[in-house]
C-alpha cells in the first residue's frame, strides 16, 4: 500500500460524483452573506430565475403551516423555529386529549417532541415522545408510517442506530416513494457503519421528485453524505443552495451552520465565523451555531469572546460535547481547575441524557481516554464498535487503546477511520492526528510524519490542546531521510 498519503485511497470504484449545483442560489447567498443579510430572499423560484422586486418574508414555521405538512416538518424534513415547535406541541396535546384515538395526531406529538429535544438540547422530551409515538402506533398499527417516522427520529436522537435502521426501514418498506424516510434511514446507517447502503439510499432518495419545500432538505442530506466521502466542495455546494433555497429562518440558520461547520473543517476561519454569526442573527436557539462560533473564535485567538461564547452557550443547553470543548481549552490555557468544573458539569449533562435514553458512550468514552480512565474508555467503546461500528467510534475506540498502551491494537481502528479503502472518506484533522500518533509509537514514522502532516495541513486550529502536540511531534520526527523506504 502506497503511504504518501494518511488518507487511503479506496480499491473499489467510487460512486459517481455529483453533478455540480446551482450557481445562481450560491451567488445569492455569497452576496447575502456579504452585506449581512440572509433571509426572506433567499427563496427557491421556478425554472432558477428571480424577479427584480424582493421576495416576500418566509412563512413563520410550523404554526403557520396546514397540519397535513406538520409531520414532514417535525420528523426530519424541515428545521423549524423552537417557540414554533412549543405551539405546535400545545396544540397537539389538547388534541389527543380531546380524541384519544387519533393516530396521527399522536404521531405529530411525538415527533414534535423528539424535534424539540433535538433543538433545545433536553432529552426530557424522549420519554414523552415514545409514549405518543407508541400510542399511535398501538391505535393505528405496525403500517403507521407516521409513528415508524417519529420512532426512527427518536432513535437517531438517541443515537440508537440499529433501532433507528429497523423502523426507517419499516416505514420506508411500507411507503418507499416518500421521500421523508430516506434521510433518517442514511443516518442510521451511517452510524452503523454501513456506507455502501447509506450511499445508495442517497441515490435513491435524489431519484425522486420532491417539491420546493422539500428540495432544501434533500441537498442538506446530500451535503453530509458528500462530507463523509471526502467531497467537501460539493457538500458545500449542496449546503449553500440549500440554504438559498430556505423557506423559513429556522431552516436556513440550520444549513448556513452546517456551512459554518464545513469551513471550520477546512481551517478557513473568517468563512466559519461569518456563517455561524449569520445563523444566529436568523434563529438564537440555532443549536450547533453557538458552540460552532466560540471554537472559531479561540482559533482566531480571540480567547475572552470565545472563552463567554462558550460559557453563554452551556449555560442555555448544557451539552455534554460543548462541555468537553470547553475544558479542554481551559486546559490549554493551563486553568486545570476550572477545566475541571467543565468536566463535573459534562458528567452531570450526561447523567440527564442517559435518563432520557440517549447513548451517550461515545462522549464518555473519549472524555475518560484523556481526562480518566482510558481502560473504561476501552471498554466503553468496544461496547459501543460492537454494536454500532461507525467511523466516529473507530477514531474513538483506536484513540482510547493508545491511551491505554495498546498501540498494535489501536492502528486498525485509526486506520478504518482514515483510510477511503476501510470505510472512512471524511477528511478529520482529529482523525489523522490520532492515526499519526499511533504509528509514531509503533515507530513507523514515514507515515506519522505524513498522518501528522495531513492533520495541520486539513485543519491547523482543530483543537487548542492537540494542535501543539501535532507540531511537537513533527519537529521530533523531523524530516525524513532520503532513502526511507514506503511501509505499508
Not at 507515515?447 to 501543539?468: D, G
Amino acid at each position: 500500500m502506497d503511504n504518501r498519503q494518511c488518507v487511503g485511497t479506496s480499491l473499489v470504484p467510487e460512486p459517481p460524483a455529483p453533478r455540480r449545483s446551482r450557481r445562481v442560489l450560491r451567488r445569492v447567498l455569497v452576496a447575502a452573506l456579504a452585506g449581512g443579510v440572509v433571509g426572506s430572499a433567499l427563496v427557491l423560484l421556478p425554472e432558477e430565475r428571480r424577479p427584480h422586486r424582493p421576495a416576500p418574508p418566509p412563512a413563520a414555521g410550523p404554526p403557520a403551516q396546514p397540519r397535513a405538512q406538520a409531520l414532514t416538518t417535525v420528523t426530519y424534513g424541515v428545521p423549524a423555529a423552537l417557540p414554533g415547535l412549543t405551539a405546535l406541541i400545545g396544540r397537539e396535546e389538547q388534541r389527543v386529549r380531546a380524541q384519544p384515538r387519533d393516530a396521527r395526531a399522536w404521531a405529530v406529538l411525538g415527533s414534535a417532541y423528539v424535534a424539540r429535544g433535538r433543538r433545545a438540547g433536553d432529552a426530557a422530551d424522549y420519554p414523552r415522545a415514545e409514549r405518543a409515538l407508541r400510542t399511535s402506533l398501538d391505535v393505528r398499527g405496525t403500517r403507521n408510517t407516521e409513528a415508524l417516522d417519529g420512532l426512527t427520529a427518536l432513535a437517531l436522537a438517541r443515537r440508537d442506530f440499529p433501532t433507528a435502521k429497523r423502523y426507517g426501514e419499516q416505514a420506508l418498506k411500507a411507503t418507499p416513494k416518500r421521500w421523508s424516510a430516506y434521510p433518517p434511514l442514511i443516518d442510521a446507517y451511517h452510524g452503523l457503519g454501513d456506507y455502501t447502503k447509506a450511499r445508495a439510499t442517497l441515490d435513491k432518495l435524489m431519484e425522486l421528485r420532491t417539491g420546493p419545500a422539500e428540495r432544501p432538505a434533500v441537498m442538506a442530506r446530500a451535503a453530509a453524505v458528500y462530507r463523509d466521502r471526502g467531497w467537501r466542495e460539493d457538500a458545500v455546494a449542496q449546503l449553500t443552495d440549500a440554504a438559498a433555497a430556505a423557506r423559513t429562518p429556522a431552516e436556513q440558520a440550520a444549513w448556513l451552520a452546517g456551512l459554518g461547520q464545513l469551513a471550520w473543517e477546512r481551517g478557513d476561519l473568517p468563512d466559519a465565523l461569518r456563517h455561524f454569526e449569520a445563523a444566529l442573527r436568523l434563529d438564537p436557539d440555532q443549536r450547533a451555531a453557538p458552540a460552532g462560533r466560540a471554537r472559531t473564535l479561540a482559533a482566531l485567538g480571540r480567547t475572552a469572546q470565545a472563552l463567554a461564547a462558550y460559557r453563554a452557550a452551556v449555560a442555555k443547553r448544557p451539552d455534554p460535547e460543548v462541555l468537553l470543548e470547553l475544558g479542554e481549552l481551559y486546559e490549554s490555557l493551563e486553568q486545570r481547575g476550572v477545566a475541571e468544573e467543565q468536566y463535573a458539569r459534562l458528567k452531570a449533562a450526561v447523567r440527564q441524557s442517559v435518563a432520557g435514553g440517549v447513548d451517550e458512550e461515545l462522549v464518555i468514552g473519549r472524555y475518560e481516554a484523556d481526562h480518566g480512565d482510558p481502560w473504561d474508555a476501552v471498554e466503553r467503546l468496544e461496547e459501543e464498535w460492537r454494536r454500532q461500528p461507525g467511523i466516529e467510534v473507530a477514531d474513538a475506540l483506536g484513540w482510547a487503546l493508545h491511551r491505554a498502551g495498546e498501540d498494535q491494537r489501536a492502528l486498525p481502528y485509526a486506520t478504518a477511520a482514515t483510510d477511503k479503502a476501510k470505510g472512512g472518506g471524511v477528511r478529520s484533522a482529529l482523525y489523522a492526528f490520532h492515526r499519526g500518533v499511533i504509528e509514531a509509537e509503533l515507530e513507523r514514522y514515514g507515515p506519522a510524519r505524513r498522518c501528522l502532516e495531513e492533520a495541520l495541513r486539513i485543519n491547523p486550529y482543530f483543537s487548542p490542546l492537540w494542535v501543539p502536540v501535532a507540531r511537537d511531534a513533527l519537529r521530533t520526527l523531523g524530516e525524513p531521510p532520503a532513502d526511507e523506504p514506503p511501509e505499508s
